[in-house]
């Protein structure tokens, strides 16, 4: 589906409140994947985000003001990471990813920091993510690593100019 179709969404700052229905939507959407690889933990789904929810990095994405998702997108070493990101099965295949993802990834363009993220095995959303740029960077039997390089400069922009 093209981004067109996408509904309309916004970003904003997570809440204490939100950190239970985003856990929740983790576990509903990990779930298929994590029991395909043997490693469904019904608490340790939602503990898992728990631990490493951070307030100052994640966003909630709202579709008409309601909760529909989440993301984190934090530094790592002269890039970003992006974890948690998260869509309500209600709000996938609609091209609501795919227009939230290219705007977390024109920001790191500007800013010319690649972005890597971690996926399962076998998980529907590294099509996504390879659609958008990402690549392999490594694997293991559980975990794929992928990264988004920065994008080439145009013509003309940076480097030496012929003639100089």
Do not use: C, K
């Amino acid at each position: 589906m093209t981004s067109t179709n996408a509904p309309e969404w916004t970003l904003r700052a997570v809440t204490a409140a939100d950190v239970e229905p985003v856990a929740e939507i983790r576990a509903d959407v990990m779930r298929a994947d994590l029991e395909r690889l043997g490693r469904y933990d019904a608490h340790r789904v939602r503990q898992r985000f728990r631990d490493t929810f951070s307030p100052r990095w994640t966003s909630v994405v709202e579709v008409d003001g309601a909760l529909a998702g989440s993301v984190t997108v934090r530094p790592d070493g002269g890039g970003r990471l992006l974890e948690h990101f998260y869509l309500a099965p209600g709000h996938q295949g609609r091209g609501l990813g795919s227009a939230v993802l290219r705007a977390l990834l024109a920001d790191a363009d500007a800013a010319r920091e690649p972005v890597r993220l971690i996926v399962l095995q076998g998980s529907p959303a590294r099509r996504l993510y390879e659609r958008h740029g990402f690549v392999l960077e490594s694997a293991d039997p559980v975990d794929v690593v992928l990264v988004r390089p920065v994008p080439a400069a145009g013509p003309g922009a940076g480097g030496a100019r012929p003639g100089r």
